[in-house]
């Protein structure tokens, strides 16, 4: 079926610590992936996309690439700061019109 | 303004009652859907319309109606509410080109006492 795992959070990070979530998706079709972040109290926003293989989505110092041969999209920043405390949710697009999102990873990030 | 707005905030409901969530969006884009989101799922898709007139089931329909008569306003209503249904709603669009991403509103947090 169609399908996106996230790993579990928190995670926990300090200051300008290095970032990776980790993503994987069902190989069904060719899909188009996407992170979201959402803040506090706020709706989904999008943060990033990839639309085929080897894309690299990148914003704000986040980069994601489309990685077919391991069916993988993981958020990466070299820098994290505490204004990127938020849960961040990986998902996959299907039947053309639709998206289904992972259960979402929320980072927590300390000065 | 543009963009999309859902109301109300928040709402506490009684169970067994009716209750309506609205959402509008000033683009007139083609597709609309209501997700749930709770604690250990994500967001889960419950219904979604490709232009007025037009809806489908997503994966979690059961006990929500949704219309779709004027392609700015997709209304979510539960019928009868249920404890079960205590969530946050989240209302998003997207143009036909779904590889644009979706656009989500604010949310309705929703509790069923």
């Known amino acids: 079926g169609n399908s996106v795992t996230q790993m579990e959070g928190p995670v926990t990070l300090s200051e300008e610590a290095f970032l990776t979530i980790n993503c994987t998706y069902t190989a069904t079709g060719y899909p188009s992936l996407f992170w979201y972040v959402q803040y506090p109290g706020e709706g989904l926003q999008l943060l990033l996309k990839?639309?085929?293989?080897?894309d690299k989505g990148s914003n704000k110092g986040f980069e994601a690439t489309y990685r077919k041969e391991t069916t993988s999209f993981h958020l990466e920043k070299g820098s994290v700061q505490v204004s990127d405390s938020a849960v961040y949710f990986c998902?996959?697009?299907?039947?053309?019109?639709?998206?289904?999102f992972g259960t979402g990873t929320r980072l927590q990030v300390f000065p | 303004d543009a963009g999309i707005t859902q109301s109300p905030r928040y709402k506490i409901t009684e169970t067994g009652r009716q209750v309506t969530l609205m959402c509008h969006q000033t683009w007139s884009h083609s597709y609309m859907f209501w997700y749930r989101q709770d604690l250990g799922h994500g967001l889960r898709l419950i219904y979604y319309s490709a232009a007025a007139d037009i809806t489908d089931k997503g994966e979690v329909p059961d006990g929500y109606v949704v219309s779709r008569s004027k392609t700015e306003n997709f209304p979510l209503t539960l019928e009868s509410a249920t404890r079960s249904q205590t969530s946050v709603y989240f209302c998003a669009t997207t143009k036909v080109d779904r590889a644009d991403g979706y656009t989500f509103g604010s949310g309705t947090r929703l509790t069923v006492v």
């Open positions: 998902a996959r697009s299907y039947n053309t019109d639709k998206l289904i």
């Open positions: 990839a639309t085929k293989a080897d």
